[in-house]
């Protein structure tokens, strides 16, 4: 799945937006046995994987994960 690309002086509530979607994923991937995965990529929030890491910390990693593409 894609994050969404910053806006100027939106930044923050788009992070904490971000987070709670990711929280929300995260419980449905438990309930439905799958894991949703965020793709790194530049010119969104989650431009590399310490950005992509922040976004996710704190959720099951076996619910929610990160394709780190270094194309991007």
Not at 6 to 17: C, H, L, S, T, Y
């Amino acid at each position: 799945l894609w994050v969404e690309r910053p806006e100027r002086g939106r930044i923050q509530a788009q992070f904490q937006a971000q987070r709670a979607a990711w929280r929300e994923l995260a419980a449905i991937a438990g309930g439905e046995g799958v894991r949703f995965a965020m793709e790194t990529h530049d010119g969104t929030l989650a431009t590399g994987p310490s950005a992509a890491l922040r976004l996710l910390d704190g959720l099951d990693p076996q619910h929610v994960g990160i394709i780190y593409d270094v194309a991007n």
